[in-house]
């Protein structure tokens, strides 16, 4: 069964340094997104992606953060100094369809960032 | 501004017994509602997905229920497994990105 994969699926970093997150949608999906899950909280929201450009973002979603769809296949998370409020768990997702309307989302297994 | 809640926040069952988990939501201007489970240090599976056009959806030993007009919806669990245990979230759509309930974390004994 087709599956969303996420790499790494943990990495550590130092506060300040860069991190990207790399993530293999579901190949004939169109929308995708990326969401963060803080340890004991929701999961919130950071940004969605539809045809190269992003289509919503949240308040989360600032300057330190980018999105990316390098090659057909790939689709990345970077986040260019990070702090110690970003350690959580990382979901990339995709839908075939809008997930506003119809369409169901499938979630990756997620990476998780901790920020030393 | 859509809000989502999930009661119970934690429930522990004997094995073999049904069981309810109970989503409410605030706007009932939804289009669909999708039910995950998510286990420990783990990604968000999809259980289902009720669009608001239906009541019911059933998967297996799963079935869910969706009431707009109350902005309920319900997964009930027939004949609960150890394998069951995990954290189970509901959430709906706004503005084209999903809100989530917290969930409810189940623990099934066997």
């Known amino acids: 069964e087709p599956e969303v994969t996420q790499t790494p699926s943990h990495q550590v970093t130092q506060m300040g340094q860069e991190v990207i997150l790399r993530c293999v949608p579901i190949s004939n999906h169109l929308y995708f997104y990326w969401y963060r899950q803080i340890l004991g909280q929701k999961v919130e929201f950071l940004v969605s992606f539809y045809n190269n450009e992003i289509s919503e973002k949240s308040e989360i979603f600032d300057d330190q953060f980018s999105v990316e769809r390098p090659d057909g296949s790939n689709f990345t998370l970077k986040i260019r100094s990070t702090k110690l409020e970003d350690s959580a768990m990382y979901f990339c997702?995709?839908?075939?369809?809008?997930?506003?309307?119809?369409?169901?989302?499938?979630f990756g297994e997620g990476s998780r960032l901790t920020v030393l | 501004k859509q809000e989502v809640t999930q009661i119970p926040a934690a429930l522990s069952v004997p094995e073999g017994e049904n069981l309810v988990l109970n989503c409410s939501f605030t706007?009932?201007?939804?289009?669909?509602l999708q039910w995950f489970r998510q286990d420990p240090g783990k990604g968000l599976t999809s259980l289902l997905l009720?669009?608001?056009?239906?009541r019911e959806q059933t998967s297996g030993r799963l079935n869910a229920s969706l009431d707009k007009s109350s902005g309920r919806s319900t997964l009930y669990i027939a004949a609960s497994q150890p394998g069951d245990s995990a954290t189970y979230l509901c959430a709906v759509p706004q503005g084209g990105k999903l809100i989530f309930g917290q969930g409810t974390e189940l623990s099934v004994k066997p």
């Open positions: 997702a995709s839908s075939e369809s809008p997930g506003d309307y119809t369409g169901e989302l499938f």
């Open positions: 009720i669009q608001s056009s239906q």
């Open positions: 706007d009932s201007a939804i289009y669909n």
